[in-house]
Structures are given as C-alpha cells and as structure tokens.
C-alpha cells in the first residue's frame, strides 16, 4: 500500500526533541542542575522560534494557518469525523496552539527569571523587579498546566489507537497510509535544522556561553 508524507523532518525533529527537552528541564530543575537547565531553556526557545518561522515558510502540514479551524470542525473532529485534509485534526490542531502558547510563555519567562541567591535568567537586568517577580512566580507554576496539557495529549493518542488510528508511527516515519483528495507539498527539513542551529548557536554564545563551559568542565 503506498503510503502518504504528512509530516517533514523537521516536524519530526520538532515533536521529539520538545519531549527530551521538556523532560530534560524537569530533571534539570528539580535536581538544581541550573547550567544544565539554562542550555536546555535556550535550546527550548530556539526550537519554538524555529517551529513558528518553519510555520511560515515550511511544508503545508507544518503551516501555522493549518491550524486555525472552525468550532464545527473542531467539534466533528472531536466526535470522531474523518478529516479530507493530512496533517493535524481541528482539535489537535488546537491542541499545538496551545502547547506552543504554553512553552513559549514557560520559555520567556525563564529568562526573566531569578531566585534571589545565585542565579539569573539573562533578562533579569533588563526588566523591572516587580515584573522580574512575576515571571519567576509564572515559570514555576507554568509547568503544571504544560504537565495537564500532556496528559490531555496522551488521553488523546490513547482514544484514536482504540478508535483504530494510530498517531505516534506517522510522527515517526513521517507517512501514513491514509488517503487524502489533496496533495501535500512538503519543504525539505534540513532548512528548519539550520535555521535551528544558528539561532542556538546566537543564544549560546550571547547569554550561554558560561553555562556551556560549565557543562564542559
């Protein structure tokens, strides 16, 4: 059966790594592995800034417009109505939206985080100490409504394979064997890589680059 690109590498890459990252500043965190914690937080910014700048310019399944849908269609897909287009259903789609919304409020607030003792987010001296003081209260408890939107994201996985659609091979592969009346064109994934990297690479070496000799010893 032949089988239908959705997904590009750099989605890919995109969904994956916010899972080792996401599980990475946890554990960071919570261990007060700080220097650890500040390279994943910039690694985190630069992939979310990179997915909405691939959301412009990249495969029409990864385009930001993707995912806008009526409430009809956001409540067909939620009944379990078949979708004539690849890529996320309305209420996935959403679901990004809001995944998005949350770390990259998580991830701005980082930077304007502090702990009063020993360590500060680069941002820190640049804003005021009141606002400084709600970012910092907003990053910590940030984490627990991007731990209930996971659990939602599994629940949802979880229902569709029950339901007989398999959610997690074609993030992996990049294909289904799904059939759609349209055409999907696809953008090569290497250019969100680079775009990545370089914008890693500008943060490092801006507001990382002792974080990075520290983990380096």
């Known amino acids: 059966?032949?089988?239908?690109?959705?997904?590009?590498?750099?989605?890919?890459?995109?969904?994956?790594?916010?899972?080792?990252?996401?599980?990475?500043?946890?554990?960071?965190?919570?261990?007060?592995?700080?220097?650890?914690?500040?390279?994943?937080?910039?690694?985190?910014?630069?992939?979310?800034?990179?997915?909405?700048?691939?959301?412009?310019?990249?495969?029409?399944?990864?385009?930001?417009?993707?995912?806008?849908?009526?409430?009809?269609?956001?409540?067909?897909?939620?009944?379990?109505?078949?979708?004539?287009?690849?890529?996320?259903?309305?209420?996935?789609?959403?679901?990004v939206i809001a995944f998005l919304i949350l770390l990259l409020t998580?991830?701005?607030?980082?930077?304007?985080?502090?702990?009063?003792?020993?360590y500060d987010g680069p941002l820190v001296a640049m804003v005021s100490s009141d606002l400084s003081t709600l970012a910092s209260s907003l990053h910590r408890q940030m984490f627990d409504f991007i731990l209930i939107a996971i659990a939602l994201h599994i629940c949802a996985i979880v229902v569709y394979k029950l339901k007989g659609k398999a959610l997690v091979p074609p993030m992996i592969t990049g294909k289904t064997s799904e059939s759609y009346p349209q055409s999907v064109k696809m953008k090569s994934g290497w250019i969100g890589f680079v775009i990545f990297a370089v914008l890693l690479a500008v943060l490092l070496t801006t507001w990382g680059a002792e974080s990075v000799q520290t983990l380096l010893g």
């Open 1 to 95: 059966m032949q089988k239908t690109q959705v997904w590009d590498g750099f989605i890919r890459f995109f969904h994956w790594s916010m899972v080792a990252l996401i599980a990475l500043l946890y554990y960071s965190a919570e261990n007060s592995l700080m220097e650890l914690h500040f390279v994943a937080g910039f690694s985190l910014f630069s992939l979310l800034v990179t997915r909405i700048i691939w959301g412009v310019i990249g495969s029409d399944t990864a385009k930001l417009s993707a995912l806008i849908h009526s409430p009809k269609q956001t409540f067909a897909a939620i009944k379990g109505a078949s979708q004539d287009a690849p890529g996320h259903n309305a209420a996935g789609s959403y679901m």
């Open 106 to 118: 998580q991830a701005i607030t980082g930077l304007m985080t502090t702990d009063d003792i020993m």
